[in-house]
């Protein structure tokens, strides 16, 4: 890693605005894109509701410490007329502090809610506006910054195209130079990159080039992001380093019409998915887990009502799980859980975590009805149980 000289760094740490939370010491977070589409219920086109339930279920079981809303938190436009049925109506409980008018907000007032815009949120046009994103969400009205989470370091990117006018999307930019200080200067064992569009994806939007950051090199620990509205992991880099897109957060879901492309070990679409991802001082562990049923939109559209009160449970099933351990000597060794990590130090043993343990003799991509499924791996091959639907 090349670090800064004392000039440049001092006018970049100045810049950012960086958030602390003090909590407990085991870290859990529920990460989803593309999941603000009530507004859109009326067309059919909405599994919010099914989504917000799996994170309240999971809140419930074991305080989630934060939500990482990967982009595209308000369709269809991102518009102030709509942002609060998107969001507040179903993650109000999160936020602080909170312009909701269908929520109060977060009852300890402990803000838990870590967006970054997506191409909805700024319009979905060029040129577009953010101005109902600043002025809702919980972010100091800016479009990056970090916040530390017990272990986690987590840095929020916008990674608009064309609309981003403030801080740019090449590996050269104002964003991308901050983004590689706070990676430097941070203390935290880990570092989570979060936005909205996918540096490689195998799915309809595909790879967004621009995004192709040296993020490993600069020392972030995994990136997640959404757009594609389907799940897909690719590990890159010859570490196992980890790229996760997960859109599978309440929008109208993709299907895979495309090879995989190099990297991807794990893709999985057709039913409504968030990621849990935990993390203490050693281990952080990221699982995909689907809902077994979708909720009727009918159940949901309930304009006014604190949905969170109101919504029934909804049962998962873990589709992959991947984890990275710290080694003895303070690198990440990565891989799926239950296998043999590899990467910076020493290889280890990993320790089961989950159900999603099966083998297969080669690749498998198989089609059902809504339900897509392909996991792959270089040099060891692994699938899922495929059902059809």
């Not at 909205?196 to 993020?215: A, D, E, K, R």
């Not at 990221?286 to 909720?295: E, G, R, S």
Request: net charge neutral; glycine share 10%.
């Amino acid at each position: 890693m090349t670090s800064a000289g004392p000039l440049f760094v001092v006018v970049v740490l100045l810049s950012v605005q960086h958030f602390t939370c003090t909590v407990h010491s085991k870290a859990r977070f529920c990460a989803l894109g593309d999941f603000g589409a009530d507004a859109l219920g009326g067309l059919g086109l909405s599994q919010e509701g099914t989504t917000a339930a799996i994170v309240k279920a999971l809140d419930k079981q074991d305080r989630l410490d934060g939500i990482l809303a990967l982009g595209d938190t308000n369709y269809p436009v991102g518009s102030e007329a709509t942002i609060d049925q998107n969001v507040g109506k179903y993650y109000g409980q999160y936020v602080w502090p909170s312009k909701s008018k269908l929520s109060s907000g977060a009852p300890d007032q402990i803000n838990r809610f870590f967006p970054c815009p997506g191409n909805h949120d700024w319009g979905n046009r060029n040129p577009g506006s953010l101005d109902a994103y600043l002025a809702y969400m919980p972010v100091s009205g800016r479009t990056n910054y970090d916040v530390v989470v017990k272990d986690v370091h987590i840095f929020s990117l916008d990674s608009d195209p064309n609309a981003n006018r403030f801080n740019g999307t090449s590996s050269k930019s104002a964003q991308a130079l901050w983004l590689k200080a706070g990676l430097a200067a941070s203390t935290s064992t880990w570092k989570l990159v979060i936005f909205h569009h996918p540096p490689f994806s195998s799915s309809l939007h595909g790879s967004t080039l621009y995004m192709q950051w040296p993020f490993a090199e600069w020392g972030a620990t995994a990136v997640l992001s959404g757009h594609d509205h389907a799940y897909e992991r690719f590990v890159k880099h010859g570490t196992g380093f980890p790229y996760f897109v997960n859109g599978l957060g309440g929008a109208y879901m993709y299907p895979f019409t495309k090879e995989p492309l190099e990297g991807s070990q794990a893709r999985f679409s057709g039913r409504s998915s968030v990621q849990l991802i935990e993390a203490d001082s050693t281990r952080m562990v990221f699982k995909l887990l689907a809902a077994t049923h979708q909720l009727p939109a009918a159940q949901v559209q309930t304009q006014g009502q604190k949905v969170l009160d109101v919504l029934p449970n909804v049962a998962t099933e873990e589709m992959d799980c991947y984890e990275v351990v710290k080694s003895a000597s303070g690198g990440n060794l990565y891989g799926p859980c239950h296998e043999t990590l590899t990467g910076q130090g020493s290889t280890v043993n990993s320790v089961a975590v989950g159900s999603s343990q099966l083998s297969v003799e080669k690749d498998v991509s198989k089609q059902g009805k809504g339900l897509q499924l392909s996991f792959a791996a270089k040099k060891r091959k692994y699938v899922t149980k495929h059902r059809e639907y």
